[in-house]
């Protein structure tokens, strides 16, 4: 595929350096040639110096013969011409990156459409979904809903308590029992299970379920001391903190601290009046303590500073709280800040990728959900009819290496797969891949 991204920021960057690794035909464009600089010869991309809202610019990259173009700059009204401008010259399929969630409602997507922007993608709205799915359950590390709950993915860390480790899984109840584990973190390695894997002790453990389901795997996973989360306390006020204070359930008790007073002026007129929003420096333990840290079920680190986050959220861990998330942007970073186990991370630039991701892909998937921690995605599929993934029982399709089918959605239910599942043209199917495999797969669907 021939794939031009305009903007060489963080999500344009990352987004570039991901996919020139799966071998695709990537252009990189921006009006920064310094930014373009610090990538060039690094990675199998072109980059090219040119404004990406410029028609003669946009002609000689060949955006007529793009098969996706990527509006990822700082400013959303040149991302949204830019996409028009390269859809009229003939690019596939376009992509902008916005910051107005209205242009998100359901009833404006036909409009856009016709302008010639095919998706709309808002990663600050995405980053917030995450902390607030995250926040929900205390001892959840990362959720992800299928078909309005039909289905629900949910990641664990499992302590030694828990019922099920060190059982093979061969000898955990078969196949009418009500999970599925898809994939287990275990330090720096995914893996896929088999019959004969065992989970251990600290293991990230992605279970396949329903919703009635939870506090059965919330129970094996010797989880049912954990308190339920009604008072959340988050440190930095940027607009991350304010899409999650706005979408929070309402049953939640929320303090935003921030240390910009200008910010914090603003943060009042953005946000619910219950939200109550406090000038100061999250670092500062005892104006921490003094707003309730010791008493808070949530602590959310967003600050611009990944390791501000990381220490805030092991400061928060040593005073009791029991659910942390850190927004951590540096990618190095990552692997350290579960090894200090500090809870769930954010990365605004994985979140927005595994996002943007779908649209390269010829199959319909309508939902993919980067797990940060796995090195994987997990993708929900509608089968097509006559596709191959029809023909066979599940363990008769002879799937790659590094995947796993988690359930389907049939007529509105949810079930889980088996070995001897077979699978329906108009089912949509949960596949968890290993890395950059979603394209791999999709042949199957």
Same mark, same amino acid.
């Given at each position: 595929?021939?794939?031009i991204?305009a ?12 996919l020139?690794k ?10 920064d040639?310094?930014k ?16 990406p809202?410029s028609i ?12 996706l ?18 859809h ?11 910051d ?10 036909e ?5 010639g922007?095919?998706s709309?993608?808002?990663p600050?709205?995405?980053?917030a979904k ?7 359950m ?15 993915l949910?990641?664990?860390?499992l ?7 060190n ?25 896929i299970?088999r019959?004969s894997d ?5 293991d ?8 009635e389901d939870?506090p059965?795997?919330r ?9 339920d ?12 903190a ?8 309402s049953?939640?008790?929320?303090t935003?601290?921030?240390s ?6 603003r943060?009042?007129?953005? $946000?619910?009046? %219950?939200?109550m @929003? ?5 670092? +500062? =333990?005892? !104006?921490?303590?003094?707003?309730? #840290?010791?008493?808070t079920?949530a602590?959310?680190?967003?600050t611009e ?18 659910k ?33 991701y779908?649209?390269?892909l ?20 509608? $089968?097509?009819? %006559?596709?191959? @993934?029809?023909r066979k029982?599940?363990? +008769? =399709?002879? !799937?790659?290496?590094?995947?796993a #089918? ?7 239910e ?6 001897n ?6 089912d ?7 890395g ?7 042949k199957?669907?």
């Amino acid at each position: 595929m021939k794939i031009i991204i305009a903007g060489a920021g963080e999500v344009g960057t990352h987004l570039a350096t991901l996919l020139s690794k799966e071998k695709q035909s990537i252009i990189l464009m921006d009006e920064d040639e310094d930014k373009l600089n610090k990538l060039d010869g690094y990675f199998d991309l072109m980059t090219v110096h040119a404004s990406p809202s410029s028609i003669a610019s946009l002609k000689e990259v060949g955006v007529q013969d793009a098969d996706l173009f990527i509006a990822v700059t700082p400013d959303e009204s040149r991302n949204m011409t830019a996409c028009m401008i390269a859809h009229n010259l003939g690019a596939h399929k376009t992509v902008a990156r916005i910051d107005n969630y209205e242009y998100l409602l359901p009833k404006h997507q036909e409009f856009w459409k016709k302008l010639g922007i095919d998706s709309l993608i808002f990663p600050e709205m995405l980053a917030a979904k995450e902390i607030v799915d995250a926040v929900k359950m205390s001892w959840i590390r990362q959720w992800w809903e299928v078909r309005d709950g039909a289905l629900v993915l949910i990641g664990v860390k499992l302590r030694a308590g828990a019922e099920i480790l060190n059982i093979p899984f061969f000898e955990l109840g078969g196949p009418d029992i009500p999970y599925h584990v898809v994939a287990i973190k275990r330090g720096h390695e995914t893996i896929i299970p088999r019959g004969s894997d065992c989970i251990h002790e600290n293991d990230i453990v992605y279970f396949m379920t329903k919703k009635e389901d939870i506090p059965y795997i919330r129970k094996i996973a010797g989880k049912e001391k954990y308190a339920d989360v009604h008072r959340v306390m988050i440190m930095g006020g940027g607009r991350i903190a304010v899409r999650a204070a706005n979408i929070i359930p309402s049953d939640m008790k929320l303090t935003i601290i921030e240390s910009n007073r200008h910010q914090c002026n603003r943060l009042t007129e953005l $946000v619910d009046n %219950k939200v109550m @929003v406090i000038n100061g420096d999250g670092r +500062d =333990l005892s !104006l921490l303590v003094e707003e309730g #840290l010791e008493t808070t079920d949530a602590f959310v680190a967003l600050t611009e500073n990944s390791e501000t986050n990381i220490l805030a959220c092991l400061t928060a861990k040593r005073m009791g709280v029991s659910k942390t998330v850190a927004k951590i942007e540096n990618l190095d970073y990552i692997d350290m800040a579960e090894g200090l186990d500090i809870g769930t991370i954010i990365n605004k630039k994985i979140i927005a990728a595994s996002h943007i991701y779908q649209m390269m892909l010829d199959a319909d998937v309508s939902n993919v959900k980067c797990l940060t921690l796995a090195n994987a995605d997990v993708a929900e599929f509608t $089968v097509k009819e %006559k596709a191959p @993934v029809t023909r066979k029982a599940v363990k +008769d =399709l002879g !799937l790659p290496k590094g995947v796993a #089918l988690g359930g389907l959605i049939r007529d509105g239910e949810g079930m889980l797969i088996t070995g001897n599942t077979k699978i329906q043209a108009g089912d949509h199917v949960v596949v968890f891949c290993m890395g950059l495999m979603i394209k791999k797969i999709e042949k199957f669907f």
